[in-house]
């Protein structure tokens, strides 16, 4: 595989210095020429969604949410369909209105991709070391804000290049209102979409990011994704642990159920990118001053490299 990391100004010196210049290099050169993933927007686009509050179904925080992301995407000129649905959980013990938010960059080639977060927030604290705010929503900076930053930014940088393919912006609402006893409960925008997936909407393969934003980042091989779509995880790995070898491990999670395993489960190829290691994960400590714009860029770099080598 070609390299994956560029450090332009060495190319551009080797350029000038060297007549036979190696094809890798120029395409090195080239890569440097495009538009780049900025660790510091994506970070203000997560601060931006803690400041709406926890974005619960029913919520003014989840109608916030929806339409900045709406706006964000409608304002790169990126049309969005809205998936609605309404049913009940348990753990809120009422019957909501939810939505999955999706944009389509290039809708209008055959060839499509997809790349998801969750946007919507946890209604409880279940993992706070104090009991008596478990009962209380969580603000979700990792834990939902962090994915959907990054796919934001990266639709900024996508739309300013052309790919051999559509890219679908997925954003999906009622991934974390599950419970051990109703595991069924989790992911319910995923499995809404994966069961009602518009003919516009299919697609080759796909990506899901979700708690990308810890200041200590270390992502490992989740399980199902190991498990279902080996070449793709192997595929990502081998960009991100080239460019970033402390902030991926070879070692495998255990499965995770997550927003991709509803497409999994109906055999497409999508991986799940988490790093499960963050002790604040459905606790109140979940806040932005444990995520860094740092953190958001090494995600946001792999997924757009991997984007170009695949595209
Ligand atoms: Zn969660």
Same mark, same amino acid.
């Given at each position: 595989?070609?390299?994956?990391?560029?450090?332009?100004?060495?190319? /551009?010196?080797?350029? /000038?210095?060297?007549?036979? *210049? !190696?094809?890798?290099?120029? !395409?090195?050169?080239?890569?440097?020429?495009?538009?780049?993933?900025?660790?510091?927007?994506?970070?203000?686009?997560?601060?931006?969604?803690?400041?709406?509050?926890?974005?619960?179904?029913?919520?003014?925080?989840?109608?916030?949410?929806?339409?900045?992301?709406?706006?964000?995407?409608?304002?790169?000129?990126?049309?969005?369909?809205?998936?609605?649905?309404?049913?009940?959980?348990?753990?809120?013990?009422?019957?909501?209105?939810?939505?999955?938010?999706?944009?389509?960059?290039?809708?209008?080639?055959?060839?499509? /991709?997809?790349?998801?977060?969750?946007?919507?927030?946890?209604?409880?604290?279940?993992?706070?070391?104090?009991?008596?705010?478990?009962?209380?929503?969580?603000?979700?900076?990792?834990?939902? !804000?962090?994915?959907?930053? *990054?796919?934001?930014?990266?639709?900024?940088?996508?739309?300013?290049?052309?790919? $051999?393919?559509?890219?679908?912006?997925?954003?999906?609402?009622?991934?974390?209102?599950?419970?051990?006893?109703?595991?069924?409960?989790?992911?319910?925008?995923?499995?809404?979409?994966?069961?009602?997936?518009?003919?516009?909407?299919?697609?080759?393969?796909?990506?899901?990011?979700?708690?990308?934003?810890?200041? $200590?980042?270390?992502?490992?091989?989740?399980?199902?994704?190991?498990?279902?779509?080996?070449?793709?995880?192997?595929?990502?790995?081998?960009?991100?642990?080239?460019?970033?070898?402390?902030?991926?491990?070879?070692?495998?999670?255990?499965?995770?159920? $997550?927003?991709?395993?509803?497409?999994?489960?109906?055999?497409?190829?999508?991986?799940?990118?988490?790093?499960?290691?963050?002790?604040?994960?459905?606790?109140?400590?979940?806040?932005?001053?444990?995520?860094?714009?740092?953190?958001?860029?090494?995600?946001?770099?792999? /997924?757009?490299?991997?984007?170009?080598?695949?595209?």
């Amino acid at each position: 595989m070609t390299k994956h990391c560029h450090h332009p100004w060495p190319y /551009v010196f080797a350029t /000038v210095l060297f007549l036979f *210049v !190696a094809q890798e290099t120029l !395409a090195e050169v080239t890569t440097a020429g495009l538009a780049k993933f900025n660790g510091y927007r994506a970070f203000r686009h997560l601060e931006k969604q803690c400041s709406f509050g926890p974005r619960i179904a029913g919520t003014e925080g989840h109608q916030l949410a929806a339409a900045y992301i709406r706006d964000e995407l409608r304002s790169l000129n990126i049309p969005v369909i809205v998936q609605p649905f309404e049913r009940h959980v348990a753990l809120l013990d009422d019957t909501r209105k939810f939505q999955n938010i999706i944009g389509t960059l290039w809708p209008d080639k055959k060839r499509k /991709v997809m790349l998801s977060a969750h946007w919507d927030t946890r209604s409880v604290a279940d993992r706070d070391p104090d009991s008596a705010l478990r009962s209380q929503p969580i603000v979700g900076a990792n834990d939902g !804000a962090s994915g959907v930053a *990054v796919l934001l930014e990266l639709a900024r940088v996508l739309r300013q290049e052309r790919l $051999d393919a559509g890219i679908i912006f997925v954003f999906f609402d009622a991934e974390d209102l599950g419970s051990a006893s109703r595991l069924e409960e989790y992911c319910l925008g995923s499995r809404f979409l994966a069961t009602h997936l518009p003919e516009s909407l299919q697609f080759e393969w796909g990506i899901n990011i979700d708690m990308v934003g810890d200041a $200590d980042l270390l992502f490992q091989k989740e399980g199902y994704s190991y498990r279902m779509a080996r070449s793709l995880v192997d595929e990502f790995w081998q960009i991100g642990s080239e460019c970033y070898p402390s902030h991926f491990s070879d070692s495998i999670l255990s499965p995770i159920l $997550d927003d991709h395993y509803p497409f999994l489960e109906r055999g497409y190829q999508y991986i799940n990118i988490i790093d499960f290691s963050y002790p604040y994960w459905h606790t109140h400590q979940d806040t932005s001053d444990k995520c860094s714009p740092e953190s958001l860029e090494v995600i946001g770099n792999t /997924v757009l490299k991997f984007i170009r080598f695949k595209l």
